[in-house]
T-cell receptor, first 114, second 114 residues
Framework: EADIYQTPRYLVIGTGKKITLECSQTMGHDKMYWYQQDPGMELHLIHYSYGVNSTEKGDLSSESTVSRIRTEHFPLTLESARPSHTSQYLC?????????????FGSGTQLSVL | KNQVEQSPQSLIILEGKNCTLQCNYTVSPFSNLRWYKQDTGRGPVSLTIMTFSENTKSNGRYTATLDADTKQSSLHITASQLSDSASYICVVSDRGSTLGRLYFGRGTQLTVWP
């Protein structure tokens, strides 16, 4: 069982609202990721971090931003939510320096923007 | 273009029956291939990893195969159980190191009926 937690599990908000999706892990992993997943589609990497104060954009363009002030915490923020942001957001982590790395995923946040 | 294709898209089987899920990839270079299981409303969990030199690997009722020459992998589930109902995702890495990139398939949605 992975020790990586996402809150909230479900979020329904109106257009224009600012939201923050929380992700925390207690495994001491250096690397953390945010993926976006739509039904029947592959996971798309939107942000990643290799350690404190390190953040990079992923393959899929996203209007969200992330921060990594502490190793265990990797929140994702949308300044102004739109219906096109409706999706499932999955946070993941993995240890640094390990070949054939395995991702540990949280349970996800299902975001619906009305 | 590096891609990962999974088939079938969805599958329904009766409890106790066997099934085989397919994954074809064009990712190059190739480092490893992982099969993840994603239960509804949860994040993916790693089932097994196949590296270049491995042909077959078992994890309980799950058996994965890899043919690196034809760039194909399969996941065979024996004596299916209701709890096997999930999406099974094939993920290919082009390098095993920190610089590696992951390529995700869209998954096969397996439903096991009693």
């Amino acid at each position: 069982e992975a020790d990586i937690y996402q809150t909230p599990r479900y979020l329904v908000i109106g257009t224009g609202k600012k939201i923050t999706l929380e992700c925390s892990q207690t495994m001491g992993h250096d690397k953390m990721y945010w993926y976006q997943q739509d039904p029947g589609m592959e996971l798309h990497l939107i942000h990643y971090s290799y350690g404190v104060n390190s953040t990079e954009k992923g393959d899929l363009s996203s209007e969200s931003t992330v921060s990594r002030i502490r190793t265990e915490h990797f929140p994702l923020t949308l300044e102004s939510a739109r219906p096109s942001h409706t999706s499932q957001y999955l946070c993941a982590s993995s240890p640094r320096g390990v070949t054939n790395e395995k991702l540990f995923f949280g349970s996800g946040t299902q975001l619906s923007v009305l | 273009k590096n891609q990962v294709e999974q088939s079938p898209q969805s599958l329904i089987i009766l409890e106790g029956k066997n099934c085989t899920l397919q994954c074809n990839y064009t990712v190059s270079p190739f480092s490893n291939l992982r099969w993840y299981k994603q239960d509804t409303g949860r994040g993916p969990v790693s089932l097994t990893i196949m590296t270049f030199s491995e042909n077959t690997k078992s994890n309980g009722r799950y058996t994965a195969t890899l043919d690196a020459d034809t760039k194909q992998s399969s996941l065979h589930i024996t004596a299916s159980q209701l709890s096997d109902s999930a999406s099974y995702i094939c993920v290919v890495s082009d390098r095993g190191s920190t610089l590696g990139r992951l390529y995700f398939g869209r998954g096969t949605q397996l439903t096991v009926w009693p």
